[in-house]
């Protein structure tokens, strides 16, 4: 897959999908292809790059991401900063952390754990699973979230439920308010070895602290390493 050094990538539209995450659609200046999971290095400034993963299929007409501006950074205020036209000179596609790169295909089902936007490329290999490779092995997700007030992409992966009977969503919610009904606390509270034989690819993304406590715990009830495969944000 081509890697293209000076590619420019039109906003097409920004918006909050909660109150601190930013969902932005662009369009590549030419043509490119990449793989779900993989991700862009934004130029932010002169030497400083930022990587985000795209959260889009490569089928999708826009390229797609969903970016964490809670805490001011560069990345973030830049991001917070781009308007409808903008342009954003980037890097990529880039990364490892993909379907092709993983041998998916001798997989027996796969098991997704994403925290806070470590969804992006989760989401991105559950649309090109379900929707573009029309996928018949169970595809697991469990999506962690602080807030249930915040939550995003909630509603678009209990469609895909409805539609896709493959499809096992459980959304976990770490700090519920007393209305929330799901599952709570962290993502690995919930995942046992019940159901998740030798050959299940294990897919984690989120920040380092949280893919750290959640591949040691699969890897204590039995998942092998080999089969475990992240994305760390830092
Ligand atoms: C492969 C990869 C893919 C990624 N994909 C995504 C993605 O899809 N979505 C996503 O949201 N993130 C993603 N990330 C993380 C992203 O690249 C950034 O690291 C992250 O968004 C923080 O960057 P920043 O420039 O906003 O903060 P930085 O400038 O790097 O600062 C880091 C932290 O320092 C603190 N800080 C910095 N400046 C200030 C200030 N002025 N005042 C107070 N505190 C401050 C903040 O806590 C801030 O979060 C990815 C990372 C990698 C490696």
Redesign the pocket.
Known sequence: MQIYRDLNLKVISKEFISSN?IFLRVEPDRLLRYEAGQ?FSFS?EPKVN????V?SAPGDEFIE??????????????VRGLNENDSIVCIGP??F?TLSKTNHENASQFLLVGT???I??LRSMIRELLIYKQETRKIILYFGLRYGEDMYLYDEFVELQKKFPNFLFNMVISRPSDNWRGLTGYCQHHIGSDGIDLNTNVYICGSTKNVNSIKEHLINIGCPKAKIFE????
């Open positions: 995450v991700y932010i930022r990587s985000y993963s959260a991401f969903l970016i964490d501006v809670t805490n001011p950074g560069k990345g973030a205020d830049f880039l990364g952390f806070g936007t470590g992006a490329p994305e760390k944000y830092g």
